[in-house]
């Protein structure tokens, strides 16, 4: 089931938010949708990207007059303006702005295997918001990084979108975290962030339900057996490929986007990390989890 919300800012209302959770959801749809419906500009960031489907909708952005930029990991996007992101890690983000109004991002790459994973995608109309990531794609664009810290970061937005190395996004998840008084639900691919785990192990202490799924193919860094040894139970994902980047906090906030809580993502890579504090949004992602914790 897709959640089409209004989420409240300080100021006010904005438009709706879309989520999808893949494989469940097509994920694919959200990114399709975005494009086909830009009149002026698509930036988009991709870590990957081979779906054709995804192509195809750019190529016909691109005739009807949309500019099309693409900013990629590696590599180039035959057919389109493109470049290859200058950064000490990976370029990790999986997002699109569309005419500097609307954003599509989550955990997903638009792959061909990656809709197919566990995964999560957001469609959000939000000129704030969207003004974030446009930085972020300009700053990726023109080999600035790490570029200025978000807006986002110093103001208390409800949602606020986060930008790493720059935001802080591991500091960001420790608050979080230290904040929760009744749960916390977390869905990783990869877990290596230590001071993240001590954070986690405080709020089981202090009462706090702590529960992790971990994709099946665990780092040899993880912290899955500190969090075991702490009482925390930890549980594997069976699914091919658990791809998710989530905290469920108190079943009211939700951080997800592109970033793993590892040290590289957090002082190496460009990553996005996004955060937003609504119960029925919320209610989306805690879903996804049980599915997971089976």
């Known amino acids: 089931m897709r959640a089409t919300l209004c989420l409240l800012l300080l100021a006010g209302c904005v438009p709706p938010m879309e989520a999808a959770i893949c494989p469940q959801e097509d994920c694919l749809a959200l990114f399709v949708q975005g494009i086909d419906r ?25 005739t009807r007059g949309v500019k099309v930029r693409i900013v990629l990991h590696e590599g180039a996007a035959p057919g389109f303006q493109s470049r290859t992101a200058k950064v000490p890690g990976l370029m990790h983000h999986k997002f699109c702005v569309l005419d500097g109004e609307r954003v599509v991002t989550g955990s997903a790459n638009p792959t061909g295997r990656d809709v197919g994973y566990d995964n999560n995608v957001l469609a959000l109309e939000s000129g704030r918001i969207a003004g974030q990531y446009g930085q972020e794609f300009e700053e990726l664009w023109s080999d600035d990084f790490p570029g200025r810290r978000a807006l986002d970061a110093m103001l208390p937005f409800r949602q606020h979108v986060l930008f790493c190395p720059e935001d802080r996004c ?3 998840l420790r608050n979080e975290v230290g904040g929760a008084t009744k749960s916390v639900d977390m869905l990783a691919f990869t877990f290596t962030e230590a001071s993240l785990g001590t954070e986690l192990i405080l709020a089981a202490a ?24 702490n009482g925390i139970e930890v549980r594997l994902a069976r699914s091919e490929l658990m791809h998710h980047k989530v905290l469920v906090i108190d079943n ?43």
């Open 38 to 62: 830009a009149e002026g500009s698509v930036d988009c960031a991709f870590y990957a990207f081979d779906h054709p489907e995804i192509a195809e909708s750019l190529r016909n952005a691109a």
């Open 170 to 172: 591991a500091e960001a």
């Open 206 to 229: 202090r009462g706090v339900n702590v529960r992790v799924v971990l994709d099946r193919r665990v780092h040899p860094a993880s912290q899955r057996q500190r969090l075991l040894d």
């Open 252 to 294: 009211r906030t939700v951080l997800t986007g592109s970033f793993n809580p590892t040290a590289s993502a957090d002082s190496r890579n460009a990553e996005n990390l996004l955060i937003i504090r609504n119960g029925d949004i919320a209610a989306e992602y805690a879903s996804a989890f049980r599915s997971l914790w089976g």
